[in-house]
């Protein structure tokens, strides 16, 4: 197909084409001329995951080539895969001296996560001082609660990533990052609204 009905199929201005290609997150069609060039159903495919990537992913251009070239050049391990796609959406924490908590938080629950190597370790850390500077006290426990369920869903999550393709199993996870969070939120609210129900009402 040409670059018009590549743009029709995928409902991506021609422009905004032009644009992925001179980026390279978009592969170069086949030339036909030196005007010219013809796209297939890969073309189609990588355009939706870009998309979906600047989009609803809420990636920068650069983000989106690291995930991109990712894809392209697969590192060893599917979980260094995933790690790249989890670093391109996660939220850059503030850099501390480290908090004591979610390091014995770590050790107790035996996840094998360096500070150094995830970025979400610092958010965590930034979460929990912005708590102590509101005066807000954690529960007893209550961190251990919160690990439990995030574990459980994590490992329902990875048990369903994709594995027939790259591209397939980063789409899943950076999609499934952005765009499950506000659901687990949605649901996190409901669930307080429906126990306050049962216990005050």
């Known amino acids: 197909m040409r670059i018009s009905e590549l743009s ?3 409902g991506v201005p021609v422009a905004t084409i032009k644009f992925y290609l001179r980026e390279s997150l978009l ?8 005007t010219q060039a013809q796209y297939d159903e890969s073309h189609v495919a990588r355009l939706r995951l870009v998309r979906a990537l600047l ?5 920068s251009v650069a983000a989106a080539h690291r995930v991109i070239q990712a894809i392209e050049e697969p590192p060893a391990s599917v ?6 796609a989890a670093r391109a959406v996660a939220r850059p924490g503030v850099v501390t001296d480290g908090d004591p908590r979610v390091e014995e938080l770590m050790q107790r629950c035996a996840w094998q996560i360096d500070e150094k ?12 001082r912005a708590l102590d500077e509101a005066g807000f006290e954690l529960p007893e426990g209550a961190l251990d609660v919160y690990v ?3 574990r459980q869903i994590a490992e329902y999550e990875i048990e369903n990533v994709p594995t027939d393709s790259p591209t397939a199993a980063v789409r899943y996870v950076v999609l499934g990052t952005v765009l499950i969070e506000p659901v687990i939120l949605a649901l996190r609210r409901l669930a ?9 009402g």
């Open 27 to 34: 592969p170069e069609g086949v030339r036909t001329s030196a």
């Open 79 to 84: 979980h260094e895969l995933l790690g790249v």
């Open 117 to 128: 190597d995830h970025p979400t370790y610092a958010v965590l850390e930034e979460a929990l």
């Open 148 to 150: 439990e369920h995030m």
């Open 8 to 10: 029709t199929q995928t």
């Open 55 to 59: 989009g609803p992913g809420g990636l």
């Open 192 to 200: 307080q609204a429906e126990a306050s129900a049962r216990r005050f």
